[in-house]
């Protein structure tokens, strides 16, 4: 946490510069800023919240390692195995490529990510100590809150619930699920475990749910419920949730109207079958963007850039007016913030994470995605012309 006066920034949506001053590591009113204080003059750049990844995957990554050529199995349960199967092979779990991936985030504006961390009975709990190693390493240059993900099933792969309740008892900070009924083939029995590991810790939870169809949609229906029954508003992600791009319009309204009322999130990564974006905007349920896993077994793809996330985001969804490419924006932005519960923006009380672009308008940074100028972090200058600083 640190003290920082901003002079001649121009934030997102504003026409013209102002100052902003940061205090503590939250924005404070600029007038506030004592004589002396850390100063940087933006010269008028644009100035963003920070980015916030929703869904990543950091500590399957093999970021800064050598190049490993893809050879999982079709299909998910391919995915799952040859992710495995490779890990000592590709030397994974590693806090050293993890701080790799972290710091070209970083240099590219996030400032916090939600990452899923695989809980199983072939690693334990490794993934997570070296995900903690890397975090501890970066010194507070990135924030990051751990989701316990049984990627192997928790039922179809037994002792996987026991690792996940450890997890959350030394401190993994939400507890994730994988597709009840098309991997588990028993979704209540699945969701009941999660839902009851999430009130047995008081934590939230974030589900990938890649089922599609019908089956996905009677799985959205059963998340919200259990979300209701135990107030956990506010609290749930439901990741991918792929179905709802291709429901019929009617289900779509009404599984929209249901999120929105009961308080119920999504994570996108940008798939080729786009969420109804505009719909889900216009309801106020929050979307938050992630790169998912970036050079890892399951995908040699990404870097870990959030506004290339935005852009294939945009892309995805057709988007090419700049106030729908906002939009894409938006869920690497205060998307995210919302699903983690964070407050992104230039008012008094908001995070002290920001980022300055040399662009003239947000919608030109999705498109071009330049080098980042500078990225701030509560207050503290953590990058600078891509260069962590
Ligand atoms: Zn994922």
Redesign the pocket.
């Given at each position: 946490m640190a003290d920082l006066l901003l002079r001649n920034a121009r934030p997102w949506g504003a026409d013209t510069t102002t100052d902003l001053y940061i205090r503590d590591g939250v924005v404070a009113p600029p007038d506030e800023a004592p004589e002396g204080v850390a100063t940087e003059d933006l010269g008028g750049k644009l100035l963003l919240p920070g980015f916030v990844d929703a869904?990543a995957?950091v500590d399957k990554t093999m970021w800064g390692g050598p190049w490993l050529p893809h050879t999982s199995g079709p299909g998910l349960m391919g995915k799952i195995m040859g992710g495995v199967e490779r890990r000592a092979e590709a030397g994974i779990p590693s806090a050293d490529y993890i701080t790799a991936l972290l710091t070209n985030m970083i240099v590219s504006g996030t400032t916090h990510v939600r990452s899923?961390v695989d809980i199983d009975p072939y690693q334990g709990l490794a993934a997570v100590a070296a995900v903690r190693e890397a975090v501890e390493r970066l010194d507070g240059r990135i924030t990051m809150e751990t989701v316990a993900f049984p990627q192997t099933g928790l039922l179809i792969s037994p002792g996987t619930a026991e690792l996940m309740d450890q997890g959350l008892a030394e401190g993994v900070d939400l507890v994730g699920g994988i597709d009840p009924a098309g991997l588990e083939n028993d979704p209540v029995r699945h969701l009941d475990t999660v839902f009851g590991l999430a009130e047995k810790h008081g934590v939230g939870v974030d589900i990938?749910l890649h089922d599609r169809g019908d089956m996905g949609i009677w799985q959205y229906k059963l998340i919200l419920e259990r979300t209701r029954a135990l107030g956990l508003g506010g609290k749930v992600t439901i990741?991918?949730g792929y179905c709802l791009g291709e429901a019929a319009p009617a289900v779509q309204d009404q599984i929209i109207a249901q999120l929105a009322e009961t308080g119920v999130g999504l994570a996108t990564?940008a798939p080729s079958i786009s969420l109804p974006l505009v719909k889900l905007r216009e309801a106020g349920v929050p979307v938050g963007a992630g790169n998912?896993?970036v050079r890892d077994l399951w995908s040699p793809y990404g870097t870990g850039d959030m506004l290339e996330r935005a852009l294939f985001l945009a892309q995805r969804a057709g988007f090419v007016r700049d106030e729908e490419i906002e939009i894409a924006l938006e869920a690497a932005t205060y998307g995210g913030a919302r699903l983690t519960g964070r407050s992104h923006g230039f008012a008094p009380g908001d995070t002290g994470d920001f980022v300055a672009v040399d662009t003239r308008n947000a919608a030109e940074a999705v498109c071009v995605r330049p080098v980042r100028s500078l990225v701030i972090k509560g207050g503290r200058i953590v990058a600078r012309e891509g260069e962590l600083v």
């Open positions: 869904h995957h899923h990938h990741s991918h990564v998912d896993g």
